[in-house]
T-cell receptor
Framework: DADVTQTPRNRITKTGKRIMLECSQT?????MYWYRQDPGLGLRLIYY???????NKGEISDGYSVSRQAQAKFSLSLESAIPNQTALYFC???????????FGDGTRLSIL | AQTVTQSQPEMSVQEAETVTLSCTYD???????LFWYKQPPSRQMILVIR??????QNATENRFSVNFQKAAKSFSLKISDSQLGDTAMYFC????????????FGKGTHLIIQP
């Protein structure tokens, strides 16, 4: 089984819908992150969390919210999806200072 | 804020050749980490190599090595004896010591290995 699991793998939805992307990990890491990847732009940080009581905005948090339900679970929500949120979304985890981040396989989200 | 620049949107080389991907970054921090990630068509993000800024010695992982020039803020990736499976997007990434702000990525270089 994957260490970092994202669901769903792909999702097509309509403008205005509420969407939740889920991430769970079995690595026991405290730090979890959500990134967005757009063609030609690399990955950009949306939100991150260092523990269940800690939530921090990243570079592009507008239009998104997150919930850290447990150490192992970190979900990303789009309250009212819009077409320019069409992208590939990645969840990642890391242990502590300077350690590499481990990525899930991504969720490809298309908003029509 | 940190920025990472990859100036080569796409590169193509023949199998078995050596190829170097460029990355420069801008930061006022002194304690940081640099990474190269590979993204094959399967879209997974795979760590290739990691460099701590406080280490002068360049990191190596099998066929992959880096040329880290701290004063020039340069962090290039060299792939030796390139293989067809090396075809992928390669992203350079920066993280401040402590990882407080997550990773800052460059826009990527699409590397194509020709048979």
């Amino acid at each position: 089984d994957a260490d970092v699991t994202q669901t769903p793998r792909n999702r097509i939805t309509k403008t205005g819908k509420r969407i939740m992307l889920e991430c769970s990990q079995t690595k026991g890491h405290d730090r979890m992150y959500w990134y967005r990847q757009d063609p030609g732009l690399g990955l950009r940080l949306i939100y991150y969390s260092f523990d269940v009581k800690d939530i921090n905005k990243g570079e592009i948090s507008d239009g998104y919210s997150v919930s850290r339900q447990a150490q192992a679970k970190f979900s990303l929500s789009l309250e009212s999806a819009i077409p320019n949120q069409t992208a590939l979304y990645f969840c990642a985890t890391s242990d502590y200072l300077g350690t590499p981040q481990h990525f899930g396989d991504g969720t490809r989200l298309s908003i029509l | 804020a940190q920025t990472v620049t990859q100036s080569q949107p796409e590169m193509s080389v023949q199998e078995a050749e050596t190829v170097t991907l460029s990355c420069t970054y801008d930061t006022s921090e002194n304690n940081y980490y640099l990474f190269w990630y590979k993204q094959p068509p399967s879209r997974q993000m795979i760590l290739v190599i990691r460099q701590e800024a406080y280490k002068q010695q360049n990191a190596t992982e099998n066929r992959f090595s880096v040329n880290f020039q701290k004063a020039a803020k340069s962090f290039s990736l060299k792939i030796s004896d390139s293989q067809l499976g090396d075809t992928a997007m390669y992203f350079c990434a920066f993280m401040v010591g402590g990882g407080a702000d997550g990773l800052t990525f460059g826009k990527g270089t699409h590397l194509i290995i020709q048979p």
